[in-house]
Protein backbone atom coordinates (compact mmCIF):
# COMPACT_ATOMS: atom_id res chain seq x y z
CA UNK A 1 0.00 0.00 0.00
CA UNK A 2 1.59 3.24 -0.48
CA UNK A 3 1.99 5.68 1.54
CA UNK A 4 -1.31 8.50 1.96
CA UNK A 5 0.30 12.40 1.26
CA UNK A 6 -1.40 14.70 3.78
CA UNK A 7 -1.70 17.92 3.10
CA UNK A 8 -1.40 20.44 6.06
CA UNK A 9 -2.94 24.14 5.63
CA UNK A 10 -2.03 27.19 7.19
CA UNK A 11 -3.23 30.69 6.86
CA UNK A 12 -1.13 33.15 8.70
CA UNK A 13 -1.07 37.19 8.61
CA UNK A 14 1.40 39.10 10.75
CA UNK A 15 2.53 35.58 12.97
CA UNK A 16 5.89 36.37 13.24
CA UNK A 17 5.72 35.33 16.99
CA UNK A 18 4.20 32.15 16.51
CA UNK A 19 4.79 30.56 12.74
CA UNK A 20 8.10 29.46 13.29
CA UNK A 21 7.09 27.22 16.14
CA UNK A 22 3.70 26.08 14.07
CA UNK A 23 5.82 24.93 11.11
CA UNK A 24 8.77 23.31 13.15
CA UNK A 25 5.90 21.36 14.81
CA UNK A 26 4.95 20.03 11.43
CA UNK A 27 8.87 19.53 10.29
CA UNK A 28 9.24 16.92 13.23
CA UNK A 29 6.41 14.38 12.37
CA UNK A 30 7.73 11.13 11.29
CA UNK A 31 5.63 10.67 8.93
CA UNK A 32 7.38 11.66 5.68
CA UNK A 33 4.85 12.00 2.70
CA UNK A 34 3.55 15.94 4.06
CA UNK A 35 3.10 19.06 2.04
CA UNK A 36 2.91 21.98 3.73
CA UNK A 37 0.86 24.99 1.90
CA UNK A 38 0.73 28.54 3.89
CA UNK A 39 -1.38 31.51 2.55
CA UNK A 40 0.20 34.17 3.85
CA UNK A 41 -2.46 37.46 3.44
CA UNK A 42 -0.15 39.67 2.93
CA UNK A 43 1.90 40.41 6.06
CA UNK A 44 3.54 43.49 6.99
CA UNK A 45 6.15 41.80 9.19
CA UNK A 46 8.60 39.10 9.22
CA UNK A 47 6.14 35.82 8.81
CA UNK A 48 6.66 35.06 4.75
CA UNK A 49 10.33 35.48 5.67
CA UNK A 50 10.36 33.32 8.91
CA UNK A 51 8.26 30.90 6.89
CA UNK A 52 9.91 30.80 3.83
CA UNK A 53 13.39 29.56 5.54
CA UNK A 54 11.55 26.49 7.50
CA UNK A 55 9.61 25.44 4.21
CA UNK A 56 11.50 22.82 1.56
CA UNK A 57 11.04 22.92 -2.04
CA UNK A 58 7.87 20.32 -1.68
CA UNK A 59 5.88 22.80 0.30
CA UNK A 60 3.95 25.77 -1.34
CA UNK A 61 4.44 29.19 0.08
CA UNK A 62 1.64 32.14 -1.24
CA UNK A 63 1.41 35.72 0.18
CA UNK A 64 -1.10 37.86 -1.71
CA UNK A 65 -4.36 39.72 -0.18
CA UNK A 66 -7.38 37.87 0.76
CA UNK A 67 -10.82 38.03 1.97
CA UNK A 68 -10.36 36.66 5.15
CA UNK A 69 -9.50 33.13 6.86
CA UNK A 70 -11.55 31.17 4.50
CA UNK A 71 -11.21 32.81 1.52
CA UNK A 72 -7.06 31.72 2.74
CA UNK A 73 -7.53 28.33 3.21
CA UNK A 74 -9.82 27.85 0.19
CA UNK A 75 -6.52 28.78 -1.85
CA UNK A 76 -5.13 26.24 0.21
CA UNK A 77 -7.67 23.81 -0.95
CA UNK A 78 -7.00 24.60 -4.59
CA UNK A 79 -3.19 23.97 -4.19
CA UNK A 80 -3.71 21.03 -2.04
CA UNK A 81 -2.54 17.34 -3.55
CA UNK A 82 -2.28 15.41 -0.82
CA UNK A 83 -4.78 11.95 -0.13
CA UNK A 84 -5.78 13.66 3.17
CA UNK A 85 -6.17 17.20 3.72
CA UNK A 86 -5.37 19.17 7.80
CA UNK A 87 -5.29 22.64 8.88
CA UNK A 88 -2.64 23.75 11.18
CA UNK A 89 -2.83 27.55 12.20
CA UNK A 90 -0.52 29.63 12.34
CA UNK A 91 -0.13 30.01 16.14
CA UNK A 92 -1.06 26.08 16.94
CA UNK A 93 1.48 23.10 17.70
CA UNK A 94 0.98 19.88 16.48
CA UNK A 95 0.94 17.92 19.90
CA UNK A 96 3.77 15.62 19.20
CA UNK A 97 6.16 14.31 16.75
CA UNK A 98 3.55 11.17 16.04
CA UNK A 99 0.51 12.90 15.29
CA UNK A 100 0.62 12.55 11.23
CA UNK A 101 1.67 8.80 11.59
CA UNK A 102 -1.10 8.38 13.99
CA UNK A 103 -3.58 10.37 11.57
CA UNK A 104 -2.77 7.98 8.47
CA UNK A 105 -3.03 5.06 10.54
CA UNK A 106 -6.53 5.48 10.85
CA UNK A 107 -7.03 6.32 7.20
CA UNK A 108 -5.41 2.84 5.67
CA UNK A 109 -9.09 1.82 6.43
CA UNK A 110 -10.20 2.43 2.83
CA UNK A 111 -13.45 3.48 4.32
CA UNK A 112 -12.89 6.26 6.86
CA UNK A 113 -13.49 9.84 4.64
CA UNK A 114 -12.26 11.58 8.11
CA UNK A 115 -10.82 11.16 11.55
CA UNK A 116 -10.87 14.12 14.35
CA UNK A 117 -9.19 13.87 18.10
CA UNK A 118 -8.61 16.09 20.99
CA UNK A 119 -7.48 19.74 21.70
CA UNK A 120 -5.39 21.21 24.34
CA UNK A 121 -6.47 25.11 24.87
CA UNK A 122 -3.05 26.33 26.20
CA UNK A 123 -0.96 29.38 27.66
CA UNK A 124 0.26 31.79 24.86
CA UNK A 125 2.74 32.68 26.84
CA UNK A 126 3.22 28.96 28.70
CA UNK A 127 2.51 25.65 26.29
CA UNK A 128 3.03 23.52 28.92
CA UNK A 129 0.37 25.29 31.11
CA UNK A 130 -3.50 23.36 29.66
CA UNK A 131 -6.65 26.36 30.41
CA UNK A 132 -9.00 23.62 28.62
CA UNK A 133 -9.00 20.53 27.17
CA UNK A 134 -10.84 19.61 24.86
CA UNK A 135 -12.19 15.93 25.07
CA UNK A 136 -14.25 15.24 21.62
CA UNK A 137 -15.52 11.74 21.74
CA UNK A 138 -17.39 9.44 19.47
CA UNK A 139 -18.87 10.58 16.79
CA UNK A 140 -22.67 10.16 15.77
CA UNK A 141 -25.03 11.89 13.92
CA UNK A 142 -27.37 12.35 16.90
CA UNK A 143 -24.72 14.42 19.12
CA UNK A 144 -24.13 16.64 15.98
CA UNK A 145 -27.83 17.83 15.84
CA UNK A 146 -27.25 18.48 19.36
CA UNK A 147 -24.61 20.86 18.86
CA UNK A 148 -21.54 18.57 19.65
CA UNK A 149 -18.67 19.25 17.32
CA UNK A 150 -14.69 18.08 16.81
CA UNK A 151 -12.30 20.48 17.09
CA UNK A 152 -11.77 21.88 13.07
CA UNK A 153 -7.75 22.03 13.86
CA UNK A 154 -7.89 18.18 14.64
CA UNK A 155 -9.77 17.46 11.49
CA UNK A 156 -8.69 15.20 8.78
CA UNK A 157 -10.87 14.46 5.62
CA UNK A 158 -9.48 13.25 2.63
CA UNK A 159 -8.88 15.80 -0.59
CA UNK A 160 -12.03 13.80 -2.72
CA UNK A 161 -14.74 14.68 -0.17
CA UNK A 162 -13.72 18.17 -0.05
CA UNK A 163 -13.82 17.91 -4.15
CA UNK A 164 -17.32 16.36 -3.50
CA UNK A 165 -18.75 18.55 -0.48
CA UNK A 166 -16.87 21.84 -1.00
CA UNK A 167 -14.60 24.29 0.61
CA UNK A 168 -15.47 26.88 3.45
CA UNK A 169 -18.45 29.55 2.39
CA UNK A 170 -16.17 32.82 3.20
CA UNK A 171 -19.32 34.67 3.86
CA UNK A 172 -18.80 33.40 7.17
CA UNK A 173 -15.85 35.84 9.24
CA UNK A 174 -15.72 33.60 12.42
CA UNK A 175 -17.72 30.29 11.93
CA UNK A 176 -17.00 29.31 8.58
CA UNK A 177 -15.04 26.44 10.10
CA UNK A 178 -18.19 25.28 11.71
CA UNK A 179 -20.69 25.54 8.85
CA UNK A 180 -18.02 23.23 6.68
CA UNK A 181 -17.39 20.59 9.52
CA UNK A 182 -21.41 20.51 10.10
CA UNK A 183 -21.65 20.11 6.33
CA UNK A 184 -19.24 17.38 6.14
CA UNK A 185 -20.40 15.52 9.14
CA UNK A 186 -23.83 15.38 8.18
CA UNK A 187 -23.20 13.89 4.73
CA UNK A 188 -24.40 10.46 5.47
CA UNK A 189 -22.22 8.61 3.69
CA UNK A 190 -18.97 8.96 4.99
CA UNK A 191 -17.83 7.14 8.16
CA UNK A 192 -16.00 9.32 10.90
CA UNK A 193 -13.44 7.92 12.96
CA UNK A 194 -12.33 9.04 16.74
CA UNK A 195 -9.00 9.47 17.34
CA UNK A 196 -9.07 9.66 21.10
CA UNK A 197 -5.14 11.56 21.84
CA UNK A 198 -4.53 14.97 21.62
CA UNK A 199 -3.27 16.24 18.28
CA UNK A 200 -3.28 20.13 18.77
CA UNK A 201 -2.17 22.66 21.31
CA UNK A 202 -4.00 26.18 20.93
CA UNK A 203 -2.83 28.95 22.17
CA UNK A 204 -5.68 30.90 23.92
CA UNK A 205 -6.46 33.99 21.95
CA UNK A 206 -7.76 33.14 18.58
CA UNK A 207 -10.44 34.78 16.48
CA UNK A 208 -13.24 33.18 18.22
CA UNK A 209 -12.44 33.14 21.69
CA UNK A 210 -10.80 36.23 22.28
CA UNK A 211 -13.16 38.56 23.44
CA UNK A 212 -17.26 38.64 24.66
CA UNK A 213 -17.64 40.81 21.29
CA UNK A 214 -16.27 37.86 19.32
CA UNK A 215 -17.92 35.30 21.26
CA UNK A 216 -21.51 36.80 20.25
CA UNK A 217 -20.53 37.36 16.39
CA UNK A 218 -19.65 33.71 16.67
CA UNK A 219 -22.76 32.95 18.14
CA UNK A 220 -24.84 34.29 15.64
CA UNK A 221 -22.84 33.10 12.55
CA UNK A 222 -23.17 29.22 14.66
CA UNK A 223 -27.26 30.21 14.15
CA UNK A 224 -27.10 30.56 10.87
CA UNK A 225 -24.55 27.86 10.39
CA UNK A 226 -27.49 25.50 12.24
CA UNK A 227 -30.23 27.09 10.24
CA UNK A 228 -28.24 26.22 6.42
CA UNK A 229 -27.24 22.29 7.49
CA UNK A 230 -31.05 21.65 8.71
CA UNK A 231 -29.81 22.04 12.76
CA UNK A 232 -32.39 23.08 15.07
CA UNK A 233 -30.41 25.78 16.54
CA UNK A 234 -32.54 26.47 19.59
CA UNK A 235 -31.92 22.89 21.20
CA UNK A 236 -28.56 22.63 19.19
CA UNK A 237 -26.75 26.41 20.26
CA UNK A 238 -27.67 25.99 24.36
CA UNK A 239 -26.11 22.40 24.15
CA UNK A 240 -23.27 23.38 22.00
CA UNK A 241 -22.37 26.57 24.23
CA UNK A 242 -22.91 24.45 27.53
CA UNK A 243 -21.05 21.30 26.49
CA UNK A 244 -17.66 23.42 27.19
CA UNK A 245 -17.83 23.29 30.47
CA UNK A 246 -16.77 20.49 31.58
CA UNK A 247 -13.06 21.97 29.10
CA UNK A 248 -12.10 23.61 32.30
CA UNK A 249 -12.39 20.83 34.71
Known sequence: MKEL???IITASYNSQRTIGDAIASLKRQDWSAVEHIVIDGLSTDATVA????ALTTR???????????????????SRASGDIVGFLNSDDLLAD?????RVASCFEDPDVGAVYGDLQYVSADNLSKVIRYWRSGPFSH???KRGWMPPHPTFYM?????????????SYRIA???EALLRYLCYEDMRVAYLP???????????????LKAILNKTREDFRAMQKNGINPFVALPYKNLSKLPQFF
Open 5 to 7: KIS
Open 50 to 53: IARD
Open 59 to 77: DILVSEKDQGIFDALNKGL
Open 97 to 101: DRVLS
Open 142 to 144: HKV
Open 158 to 170: RRELYQLLGGFDD
Open 176 to 178: GDY
Open 197 to 211: QVLVKMRLGGASNGT
